[in-house]
C-alpha cells in the first residue's frame, strides 16, 4: 500500500510555463484534496473532490484547475504559472468516516 | 463550515503533559473535530477525532466540551519529537448533503515547541 503519491517532489519553473502535479493514491478513497502551503503558513484548500467526475473549488482555486476522471487520479493543473503560486503542493485522500491521508508534497518555485 | 480559532504558539516542558486548546463555537450537531499534526514540512498527519464524547488513542486525548464550543488535544508525556504544528478543524458528517460535506479547511494552527 503506496497510500498517497505525489510526483514530482521538487519543480522549478519560469513564469508563464504550464505543468501539472500529479497525485494518485490505491486506497480506493472517494475524496482527493489539494492544499497548499506557503513558507510559514498554514495549509490553504485549493481545490477537493468528492468522487470521480465531480470536482469542487476550495478556497484558492484562481490559476488552478484539476480534473478526476477516475478515483485513483487527481492531477493539478497550473496553466500561467506565476511567482504567487510558488509554495509546497499537499495532495490528500479519505474515505467516508476517514481522516486525510497526505501525501509528501511537491515543492514548486516559479521564477 | 464551522471555523477554528487556536493560539498561535505554545511551550511546554519535555514530560510534561501538553494541552492544546481549540475554539470552534460555530460547530454544528453533525460536525466532528479532527486533530493532524505537522512536523517541519512533511505532510500532516492524523492524531485523533471526536464528536461528543471525549476520546483515547495512543498518541492523545481530546476532550471535547458539553456544549462542543471548545475543545482540547492532550498530549500526556510532550517529547522533544512532538515539536509540530497543531491543526484543529472541523468536518461535517456525511448526511449533510451536497458536496460540502467533502470541504475541509485548515487554519494557522498552533507551533507546539516541546524543550528540554
Known amino acids: 500500500n503506496a497510500g498517497v503519491t505525489q510526483t514530482p517532489k521538487f519543480r522549478i519553473l519560469k513564469i508563464g510555463q504550464s505543468m501539472t502535479l500529479q497525485c494518485t493514491q490505491d486506497m480506493n478513497h472517494n475524496y482527493m484534496y489539494w492544499y497548499r502551503q506557503d513558507p510559514g503558513m498554514g495549509l490553504k484548500l485549493i481545490y477537493y473532490?468528492?468522487?470521480?467526475?465531480?470536482?469542487d473549488k476550495g478556497e484558492v482555486p484562481n490559476g488552478y484547475n484539476v480534473s478526476r476522471s477516475t478515483t485513483e487520479d487527481f492531477p493539478l493543473r497550473l496553466e500561467l504559472a506565476a511567482p504567487s503560486q510558488t509554495s509546497v503542493y499537499f495532495c490528500?485522500?479519505?474515505?467516508?468516516?476517514?481522516?486525510?491521508?497526505f501525501g509528501n508534497g511537491t515543492r514548486l518555485t516559479v521564477t | 463550515d464551522a471555523k477554528t480559532t487556536q493560539p498561535p504558539s505554545m511551550d511546554c516542558a519535555e514530560g510534561r503533559a501538553a494541552n492544546l486548546p481549540c475554539n470552534h463555537s460555530?460547530?454544528?450537531?453533525?460536525?466532528?473535530v479532527y486533530w493532524y499534526r505537522q512536523i517541519h514540512s512533511q505532510g500532516p498527519q492524523y492524531i485523533i477525532h471526536?464528536?461528543?464524547n471525549n476520546e483515547t488513542n495512543e498518541m492523545a486525548s481530546l476532550i471535547i466540551t458539553e456544549d462542543r464550543k471548545s475543545s482540547t488535544l492532550i498530549l500526556p508525556h510532550a517529547t522533544l519529537r512532538d515539536t509540530a504544528v497543531y491543526y484543529c478543524?472541523?468536518?461535517?458528517?456525511?448526511?449533510?448533503?451536497?458536496?460540502?460535506?467533502?470541504?475541509?479547511?485548515f487554519g494557522q494552527g498552533t507551533i507546539l515547541t516541546v524543550h528540554p
Open positions: 478543524i472541523v468536518r461535517v458528517a456525511e448526511n449533510a448533503g451536497g458536496t460540502s460535506y467533502g470541504k475541509l479547511t
Open positions: 471526536g464528536l461528543k
Open positions: 473532490s468528492v468522487g470521480a467526475g465531480i470536482t
Open positions: 490528500a485522500s479519505r474515505d467516508r468516516e476517514s481522516p486525510l491521508h
Open positions: 460555530t460547530i454544528s450537531g453533525n460536525e466532528y
